[in-house]
């Protein structure tokens, strides 16, 4: 065999790709042997020339001679493009390889050609779809025409074959949609939208298999190549769907879409996520539903609305360890708005439903401090009923103990003097003592150390 430097290489390759070129776009104008009688290779001296060609550019491609391997497979592909799903395959592997060799553009649009070709005549229109999108995203670089070309593939073959998608497949859509973002080919709504669709690919196999590395990393990429795109911002998200949550209030299968998309985007605090949560609420009412919108409305400072879905989750809630916790946070809200009665009730009804919940034993003692039942005397004996909550609240939840000393140090300076309770025919510590007024509660005798 004659061994050809570089640059004659290059010359030849040039030269046969040229007449590649001329062949491939003339093609419909030739007869083509092995179709024309209805076999894969044709008749007679059809079918041994194709059997020959084949059989010999076969053997140059399994020896990497590419080259000598193009000229007797050119005529199988012209001539008996119907003989093999292997004069595709390898003539699709020759010119990639000829691209990463050269760099010529050309050859690209060959195997595009012989993609083309496949689907003609072997179907498997989406596979063969994916087959030039990988082609083009792998090779087309930052080519507007290519990456534009990859994208109308791969975007088709989602809207008309879904159930081709893998993880991989869903990843490619992802990245060269983020590319023709980039490129100005497209805009925001395409990127979520392919988002939306990746994403949907992935989840649905994970519910199937929630262990399943692949889809997982997948959905991984996928996440991180819309964050990384610059049109995953909340306003954007806002602008694109504000309108479609005001028209179609009731539509949940929409709702449902925006709030997974404001979730997986990280915009929980826009308008627009309340906004979704309020409406899936009211379609399909629930406990975590309300207790969510709840928080959301202290998070905005409207308390009245958080007191409201505070009070429906907890008529909805089964669980009585949740519904305590509910209880807590009702009890809180109550608390800083100063309704101490109100707070001291729901942290009662919260301890009642679970006596490990210390904090709102806490809550019950800070309602009282500060209580106005009476005379001055009267008002300092309200802080030994604090200590006593403040003490039981630490012994059953240890970790508020540090808090809860200091605290315990501050209330205990409020407590009576021993020449004030004198007055009263006070005179030892100890005994009971009952706190009237709103707080009603039974206490002990303690003297404010001097």
């Not at 044709?42 to 193009?70: F, H, I, P, Q, V």
């Not at 008529?315 to 209880?327: A, F, H, R, T, V």
């Not at 004198?422 to 706190?435: K, P």
């Amino acid at each position: 065999m004659i061994k050809m430097n570089n640059k004659e290489m290059k010359r030849t390759t040039s030269t046969i790709l040229t007449g590649l070129l001329l062949s491939l776009f003339t093609l419909a104008l030739q007869a083509q042997k092995g179709v024309e009688t209805g076999t894969p290779f044709g008749r007679g001296e059809d079918s041994t020339r194709c059997l020959r060609n084949t059989s010999l550019y076969s053997t140059y491609y399994e020896n990497k001679d590419y080259n000598m391997a193009l000229q007797f497979w050119r005529p199988v592909f012209m001539e008996c493009p119907g003989s093999s799903k292997n004069t595709y395959i390898k003539g699709e592997a020759m010119f990639k390889e000829f691209f990463r060799k050269t760099g010529n553009k050309a050859y690209i649009d060959t195997v595009m050609i012989i993609l083309n070709q496949r689907t003609k005549y072997f179907n498997e229109e989406p596979a063969n779809n994916f087959r030039k999108a990988f082609a083009l995203y792998e090779f087309g670089g930052n080519d507007p025409n290519y990456a534009k070309q990859c994208y109308d593939l791969i975007k088709g073959v989602m809207e008309s074959s879904p159930q081709s998608f893998d993880h991989t497949y869903s990843s490619l859509y992802m990245a060269i949609t983020a590319k023709c973002y980039s490129l100005k080919l497209i805009e925001a709504p395409d990127v979520i939208t392919a988002y939306s669709q990746s994403m949907k690919v992935v989840d649905n196999q994970l519910s199937r298999k929630p262990d399943d590395s692949r889809y997982n990393e997948a959905r991984k990429n996928i996440d991180a190549v819309f964050r990384s795109s610059g049109a995953a911002s909340c306003e954007n998200i806002e602008h694109l769907f504000t309108a479609s949550v005001d028209n179609n209030p009731a539509d949940t299968a929409m709702l449902k879409k925006v709030i997974n998309l404001l979730t997986e985007t990280g915009c929980k605090d826009s308008e627009l996520y309340y906004k979704v949560s309020s409406n899936l609420y009211k379609s399909d009412p629930s406990a975590a539903s309300a207790a969510q919108l709840a928080e959301m409305n202290v998070a905005r400072k409207k308390y009245n609305e958080a007191e409201k879905y505070y009070t429906e989750a907890i008529e909805l809630e089964k669980d009585n360890l949740i519904k305590s916790g509910l209880l807590t946070k009702l009890a809180t809200l109550e608390l800083a708005s100063d309704s101490k009665q109100a707070a001291r009730d729901f942290a009662k009804a919260a301890y009642s439903l679970d006596p490990t919940n210390g904090n709102a034993l806490f809550i019950i003692a800070e309602s009282y401090a500060g209580a106005k039942i009476g005379e001055a005397f009267e008002n300092q004996t309200v802080y030994w009923v604090v200590v006593d909550y403040l003490i039981r609240a630490k012994n059953t939840d240890p970790t508020l103990r540090e808090q809860i000393d200091e605290r315990i140090a501050v209330f205990s300076r409020l407590f009576p003097t021993k020449e004030e309770a004198f007055f009263r025919s006070i005179v030892e510590e100890g005994v009971s003592y009952h706190v009237g007024g709103w707080v009603n509660e039974s206490t002990t005798v303690r003297f404010r150390k001097e």
